[in-house]
């Protein structure tokens, strides 16, 4: 069920919005294969009718299951948006849509829940669980590959240009 906002209500006094919405109602599920989104958004916003805006106070909090791009341990990534601030616009070119006098905030909640979203998701900010990688820190130094292998710097190496 989307977050709405009666504008008829909003006329009288301000309306607070206290409650939880699903991924799959957020339109939100698994945006990416390293982050799953499988617990609901919970919000309180206090939303007020100022002119032709509304204005939207509160908080969100959202928990995402991650798993480390470094080490793919699972972890949880929790988002906390307190304060949160939002402006609706209810005319103008980027104005919401009003269905029966009612105003949809879902999908402006989604883009701030987005933008929070890690772009790559670390367990920890020191991981350092990545195996060692077998070339030089040198550009362009030659090493050996693992069990004495040739690398690929050989091969290039054997090239003549006139």
């Given at each position: 069920m989307p977050i709405t906002v009666n504008l008829r209500h909003l006329a009288?006094?301000?309306?607070q919005?206290?409650?939880?919405?699903?991924?799959?109602?957020?339109?939100?599920?698994?945006p990416d294969e390293m982050i799953?989104?499988?617990?609901?958004?919970?919000?309180?916003l206090e939303v007020e009718q100022s002119g032709n805006t509304l204005l939207v106070e509160g908080k969100l909090d959202f928990n995402l299951n991650c798993e480390c791009v470094r080490c793919l341990k699972p972890f949880k990534f929790p988002i906390k948006i307190d304060p949160y601030?939002?402006?609706v616009p209810l005319e103008g070119e980027d104005k919401a849509p009003i269905n029966n006098d009612l105003v949809d905030l879902?999908?402006?909640?989604?883009?701030?829940?987005?933008?929070?979203?890690p772009q790559h998701?670390?367990?920890?900010?020191?991981?350092?669980?990545?195996?060692?990688s077998t070339g030089s820190k040198e550009?362009?130094?030659?090493?050996?590959?693992?069990?004495?292998?040739?690398s690929?710097?050989?091969?290039?190496?054997?090239?003549k240009f006139k």
């Open positions: 009288h006094k301000n309306v919005l206290e409650g939880e919405i699903s991924p799959h109602e957020l339109d939100v599920e698994d799953h989104t499988r617990e609901p958004l919970r919000y309180d601030n939002l402006f879902t999908p402006y909640l989604r883009e701030d829940i987005l933008l929070a979203f998701p670390l367990c920890e900010a020191e991981c350092d669980r990545v195996p060692e550009f362009g130094t030659p090493t050996k590959g693992a069990k004495g292998e040739k690929a710097w050989d091969e290039l190496n054997k090239l």
